[in-house]
């Protein structure tokens, strides 16, 4: 956490500094806004409005104890917030995603094995599809709880921190998001 300080306070100064941080933010940051949006190119440009908005606000950057990384996902989730108001996401097709992330399935040793895991994969981003769709459905604050919880993995203390709410405010929010969610998959 010092060290995390020490560089914050370098990058105020000096914005090649700031690239330490986009080194080690960048993917998780990417990965957060590609799960919510479900857009590669939309995903892309938001992360990239995510850090030049870091790089031009880190002078109102005050530590508190809370990770840059917290600020990083704060800001996410408002770009995000905002691609949803102004409707600026699309709708992905399969076919674009396979031909966006080159998916291939794993080099099997049979045909049959590599249709079963091509299979597989498809049924797990079809499941994966469906539930951010009915996700998308619900108001940005559930959305915003369960995509950190359940897609980045959050602790109910960092998702705290990233959204700047209470534990308890978190854990309502979670489990009336989760309660809506299955309404919807049902």
């Known amino acids: 956490m010092h060290d995390e300080r020490d560089l914050i306070e370098r990058a105020k100064k000096d914005p090649e500094a700031f690239g330490v941080f986009f080194e080690r933010h960048y993917d998780a940051i990417f990965g957060y806004v590609l799960r919510r949006v479900g857009d590669w190119d939309l995903a892309k440009d938001v992360t990239s409005e995510v850090f030049l908005r870091a790089l031009t606000n880190l002078w109102r950057f005050r530590w508190q104890g809370i990770p840059l990384s917290a600020w990083l996902y704060r800001i ?8 949803f108001r102004k409707g600026r996401r699309r ?3 399969l076919d674009a995603l396979i031909e966006e992330s080159g998916f291939d ?5 049979t045909v049959e094995a ?7 994969k498809l049924r797990e981003y079809d499941d994966f599809m ?3 769709g009915k996700l998308a459905e619900l108001s940005a604050p559930y959305q915003e709880v369960i995509a950190l919880r359940y ?7 960092q998702i705290a921190e990233i959204l ?3 534990e308890g405010t978190l854990k309502s929010l979670l489990s009336r998001g989760l309660d809506r969610l299955r309404e919807r998959l049902e």
């Open 105 to 109: 399935p794993i080099d099997p040793k």
């Open 114 to 120: 590599e249709k079963r895991e091509a299979e597989l």
């Open 91 to 93: 709708a992905l097709s």
């Open 130 to 132: 469906r539930i951010r």
């Open 164 to 166: 700047g709410k209470k």
């Open 151 to 157: 897609f980045e993995r959050k602790s109910l203390k």
């Open 76 to 83: 996410a989730t408002n770009e995000i917030n905002m691609v």
